[in-house]
């Protein structure tokens, strides 16, 4: 079936810090990928999202492009905040059986110290 | 502001108890979820609603039941909780229209079976 591997961390980077977080996926089909972001004590979030290859998600200055060749969907900031300490999830979305659901990865804790 | 509602945010049961678990949501969404999130795991989906009514079995429906009278209200029910249920349970929505299945979550519902 369809899945999702991702970087689990936990990562722990200084402020201004370039971010990368690797996520991979398994999918027959072509799936929408996804990055979810959870702040302490809060449900997750949608960050961004790529609907088909080549697209490029980005929000709050993270960006992640959809790339078919390598089944990847890498989440990237250039400087990194303390305010985004968080849990980031990759998912894509599984169309199989005829209904759609998102399947998500393990999560990683980033924690950004200033 | 869009929202997705858990009734309780912590709660403490004993081994054998019957527990519910409320959500509901205020976006006329069809679609709504249930997931537990679990540290290692990620979210792994127990349950899943598209219409009043309709159920289907997520990855790890074993020891849940779900209950949709109500377009907006999706409970879920452990009907003799165990320990191995202690986790923290997530539920969400989304539209049947949203394009590549965008889901809202509720801020989550902590339970520790004792």
């Known amino acids: 079936g369809n899945s999702v591997t991702q970087m689990e961390g936990p990562v722990t980077l200084s402020e201004e810090a370039f971010l990368t977080i690797n996520c991979t996926y398994t999918?027959?089909?072509?799936?929408?990928l996804f990055w979810y972001v959870q702040y302490p004590g809060e449900g997750l979030q949608l960050l961004l999202k790529?609907?088909?290859?080549?697209d490029k998600g980005s929000n709050k200055g993270f960006e992640a492009t959809y790339r078919k060749e390598t089944t990847s969907f890498h989440l990237e900031k250039g400087s990194v905040q303390v305010s985004d300490s968080a849990v980031y999830f990759c998912?894509?979305?599984?169309?199989?059986?005829?209904?759609?659901?998102?399947?998500f990865g393990k999560g990683m804790k980033l924690t950004v110290n200033p | 502001d869009v929202k997705v509602t858990q009734s309780s945010r912590y709660l403490v049961k004993r081994t054998g108890e019957k527990v519910f678990l409320e959500c509901v949501q205020d976006?006329?969404?069809?679609?709504m979820f249930w997931y537990r999130q679990d540290p290692g795991l990620g979210l792994r989906l127990i349950y899943f609603?598209?219409?009043?009514?309709?159920?289907e079995k997520g990855d790890i429906p074993e020891g849940y039941s779900v209950s949709r009278e109500k377009k907006e209200r999706f409970s879920l029910i452990l009907e003799s909780a165990s320990t191995n249920q202690t986790s923290m349970y997530l539920c969400?929505?989304?539209?049947?229209?949203?394009?590549?299945?965008?889901?809202?979550f509720g801020e989550g519902s902590r339970l520790t079976v004792l």
């Open positions: 969400a929505s989304s539209s049947s229209g949203s394009l590549g299945g965008e889901l809202f």
């Open positions: 999918a027959t089909g072509y799936p929408s």
């Open positions: 790529a609907t088909k290859a080549d």
């Open positions: 998912a894509l979305s599984d169309h199989e059986g005829g209904s759609e659901k998102l399947v």
């Open positions: 976006m006329d969404h069809e679609n």
């Open positions: 609603s598209y219409d009043v009514k309709m159920k």
